[in-house]
Nanobody, 115 residues
Framework: QVQLVESGGGLVQAGGSLRLSCAAS????????MGWYRQAPGKQRELVAT???????YYADSMKGRFTISRDNAKNTVYLQMNSLKPEDTAVYYC?????????WGQGTQVTVSS
């Protein structure tokens, strides 16, 4: 059973930064892709960024240049560094581990950006 635990969310002013962490249990972390997603109130969950087991990254257009995804396989942890935060970045942020055909999700961490 894989468990994902996010942390690092909070309240920040516009223009500020936060770093989210997602720690994974189990031995499958290093061999699988990880991703960050977010869901704002009343909206669908959307992709933020992904990182493959080899370190290749992908970002949604609105996050490019502001967010950075990284992983530390020795710590079974994936990170999301968020800079230049905007009020529209306010959402619950979730991490996901994909081991096809199964996806595992964390419980989410709230990020609130005040104007």
């Amino acid at each position: 059973q894989v468990q994902l635990v996010e942390s690092g969310g909070g309240l920040v002013q516009a223009g500020g930064s936060l770093r989210l962490s997602c720690a994974a249990s189990g031995s499958i972390f290093s061999n699988n892709a990880m991703g960050w997603y977010r869901q704002a109130p009343g909206k669908q969950r959307e992709l933020v960024a992904t990182i493959t087991s080899g370190g290749s990254t992908y970002y949604a257009d609105s996050m490019k240049g502001r967010f950075t995804i990284s992983r530390d396989n020795a710590k079974n942890t994936v990170y999301l560094q968020m800079n230049s935060l905007k009020p529209e970045d306010t959402a619950v942020y979730y991490c996901k581990l994909t081991q096809p055909p199964i996806s595992y999700w964390g419980q989410g961490t709230q990020v609130t950006v005040s104007s």
